[in-house]
């Protein structure tokens, strides 16, 4: 009885939450550090082999679903899938797909699980120069595609540019087929000869534990099946058929962008080496340019998303009254109004003049984030005379008894001797404090005349008293 298949990602190196291309990568890793052809170590078989079962299951994102869920134990020894370990009423999810029951197509069984639907090619052809992304070669129904390298680099824009969208130039030096050759490789008169590792097949054959055989890519012509003999190689291009070019690149920047956005501009990467390596009538596609966005911070706004955030500092009159103010936009200066009361912190909000906010459609509503404006009340920090006078009088009539009083002026306006004695700055300040006083003290003409009428009719009715005694 074979023993349960061991942990895949502690096989392959991986933490469980791996994405699809680390595992891919870890697995080429080790097949191409294992493989027999390359290594002699009498374990090298072994653990070729256990990165072959580990990657069948991980890069199935079924099996790798269901091993997540319930461990080895929902593959019994022979490899296939043991419905009672929770398969559900939909029995064997692996039926018709290959399963874990050997490699299809080259006979003979493989302890541990092999699976039929391993791209061979895709991990051989890695290990014959990398720029083979994918493709069969000869032996598949489809064209191979070889595909160029991406290139990244970065560009400085400042937040006006940013929000309202521009264009920079960029100088790349990508790979670009050899003039010289025309993208063969190989000097004027040569011409590729057959390759003997593979004898033109373009596919090598390996026996693997087990008895059975594995076909791959030939890595010594990369499944060309002709190599380019010493000697014939293009001068220019070292036999790459690819060679560096200055160049400079026209970037469109979308309004809206954010700080560490990247672009991509299409097939403005390197073109892939086609000299060495590449079957007769590979097609050839070149990489792609990303450019990575970053934004100069503003003296004047921040941002939050496709909202704009500005602080505007307001004096403590206005605070108090309600005004006016000037508020910068993207699109220049505007009027808001400030309520009266107004306190730091408070916030009011400018609907559509953020930024241009680059997912989605507007569907009726407006495209753009926010302008939110916060208020920041100015706190003077020194006050003339007549400024704490109207302050300490504002202070008495908002029954303040907490604020702290300079002045001392009698509510009838007479001032002290020590204030009398003071200077001219004092004596401003007890002629406001004290007018004020007398405006609010003052009665109204229409309660005056009462009042005389009232005192002159008493002062009638005590002289007639007197007179009848």
């Not at 099946?225 to 293009?234: K, Y």
Request: hydrophobic fraction near 30%; glycine fraction near 16%; proline fraction near 5%.
């Amino acid at each position: 009885m074979l023993a349960a298949i061991p942990d895949p990602y502690k096989v392959l190196g991986v933490d469980r939450g791996a994405s699809a291309g680390d595992i891919k990568k870890a697995y080429y890793g080790m097949a191409k550090k294992y493989h027999p052809d390359t290594n002699k170590d009498p374990g090298a078989k072994e653990k070729f082999a256990e990165a072959q079962t580990a990657y069948e299951l991980l890069s199935d994102k079924q099996k790798r679903e269901t091993y997540d869920r319930y461990g080895s134990s929902a593959f019994d020894p022979n490899g296939g899938f043991d419905p009672s370990a929770g398969a559900g009423p939909g029995g064997n999810p692996f039926a018709g797909g290959g399963g874990f029951h050997g490699f299809g197509g080259f006979g003979g069984g493989f302890p541990g699980g092999f699976a039929a639907d391993i791209n061979i090619e895709d991990l051989f052809g890695a290990f014959a120069g990398g720029a083979r992304r994918s493709g069969r070669g000869k032996r598949g129904p489809f064209q191979e595609i070889l595909v160029g390298e991406d290139i990244e680099v970065q560009t400085n824009i400042s937040f006006m540019e940013a929000a309202k969208g521009t264009s920079q130039d960029v100088v790349i030096t990508p790979l670009k087929e050899c003039g010289t050759c025309k993208g063969d490789g190989l000097k004027e008169g040569a011409k590729r000869s057959q390759c003997r590792q593979c004898n033109g097949t373009g596919t090598r054959v390996h026996m693997m534990q087990g008895g059975f055989q594995v076909a791959a890519t030939c890595d010594a012509c990369g499944g060309a099946g002709l190599i380019v003999p010493r000697g014939s190689h293009c001068g220019t291009c070292q036999g790459n058929g690819v060679v560096r070019d200055r160049k400079t690149v026209r970037v469109d920047i979308p309004g809206g962008v954010e700080d560490g956005m990247r672009l991509r501009i299409s097939g403005e990467g390197d073109a892939p080496p086609t000299g060495t390596a590449a079957a007769p009538g590979a097609r050839t596609q070149r990489g792609d340019l990303y450019v990575s966005i970053r934004v100069s911070p503003d003296e004047r706004f921040s941002r939050s998303g496709s909202d704009i955030l500005y602080t505007a500092s307001i004096p403590l009159t206005t605070a108090l009254l309600g005004g006016e103010v000037q508020i910068p936009t993207l699109d220049g200066q505007v009027k808001v109004k400030v309520a009266t009361g107004t306190g730091t912190g408070d916030r009011i909000t400018l609907s559509g003049m953020g930024m241009k906010k680059l997912s989605g459609r507007s569907r009726g509503f407006t495209s753009n984030g926010d302008l939110k404006v916060e208020f920041k009340v100015a706190m003077p920090k020194y006050l003339t005379g007549n400024q704490r006078t109207i302050l300490e009088v504002l202070a008495d009539e908002m029954g303040d008894k907490t604020a702290r009083r300079i002045m001392d002026i009698p509510r009838d306006g007479a001032a002290s001797t020590t204030e009398a004695s003071s200077g001219d700055a004092k004596k401003g300040e007890g002629f406001l404090k004290s007018a004020w006083h007398k405006l609010m003290n003052h009665k109204k003409p229409a309660e005056s005349e009462k009042s005389n009428e009232k005192s002159s009719k008493k002062d009638s009715d005590s002289s007639d008293g007197k007179k009848s005694d």
